[in-house]
């Protein structure tokens, strides 16, 4: 069965640097993959989605790259701000209904 | 603002008493979902309902019921809380018939406490 991991360690970084994030999938290339931004306490909120046939998609400060020969995804946040801090969760669709999520990386940005 | 809200936000039961967790939504979305969340981990899918169509997840435990007498609502039913019950339940929604995914659409969530 497909498994999607996610850096399992919290990531801390300084005010003003890129944080990059990686999420790397086993077996079959899913079709999409689509991260999500989650605060403590909430529901998870929808940032951005990548199509398996497109190398890089970006929206504001966000950046999400796919890597089919690695089975990665990379997420960057550029000129990160401490309210950029949340945990960040990879999705892996294969199908319309079908969205298997990753534990998320914990990101805290320090000012 | 068109929304997913999810009642109550915090809910405490006791060991083996039966609870109902709420969610609605006013996006008019077809594909309702409820997703098991513990501390550090994925959100896992319970169940969804396609309209009416309710689509139970293998592993789901009977445990776990859900209801959608609407569009509009969609109800968790813990029929007997066991300690390890305890999580955050997601109520989150998508709408089928647009090409390609479907982006989830959550809410709140509701943080349950079995005592």
């Known amino acids: 069965s497909q498994k999607i991991e996610q850096n399992s360690e919290a990531l801390n970084i300084q005010e003003g640097k890129t944080a990059t994030l990686t999420c790397n999938y086993t077996?079959?290339?899913?079709?999409?993959l689509q991260w999500y931004r989650q605060d403590p306490g909430r529901g998870p909120v929808f940032l951005l989605l990548?199509?398996?046939?497109?190398k890089e998609k970006r929206k504001e400060r966000l950046k999400v790259t796919f890597d089919t020969t690695l089975k990665q995804s990379l997420f960057h946040i550029t000129a990160s701000q401490p309210a950029d801090s949340a945990t960040y969760l990879c999705?892996?669709?294969?199908?319309?209904?079908?969205?298997?999520f990753g534990s998320g990386t914990q990101l805290t940005v320090l000012p | 603002d068109a929304m997913v809200i999810q009642n109550p936000r915090y809910q405490v039961t006791q060991f083996g008493k039966p609870v109902t967790l709420s969610c609605s939504q006013t996006?008019?979305?077809?594909?309702m979902y409820w997703y098991q969340q513990k501390s550090s981990q994925a959100p896992k899918l319970l169940f969804h309902?396609?309209?009416?169509?309710?689509?139970n997840e293998a592993d789901t435990p009977d445990n776990f019921q859900s209801r959608r007498p609407n569009t509009s609502f969609c109800f968790l039913d813990i029929r007997s809380p066991g300690l390890g019950d305890a999580a955050m339940y997601l109520c989150?929604?998508?709408?089928?018939?647009?090409?390609?995914?479907?982006?989830?659409?959550f809410g709140p969530g509701t943080r349950l406490t079995v005592l």
């Open positions: 996006l008019n979305h077809n594909v």
């Open positions: 077996n079959y290339s899913p079709a999409y």
């Open positions: 999705a892996h669709s294969g199908s319309a209904r079908q969205l298997t």
């Open positions: 990548i199509r398996e046939n497109e």
């Open positions: 309902y396609y309209d009416k169509d309710f689509n």
């Open positions: 989150a929604t998508s709408r089928d018939g647009d090409r390609g995914p479907q982006v989830r659409y």
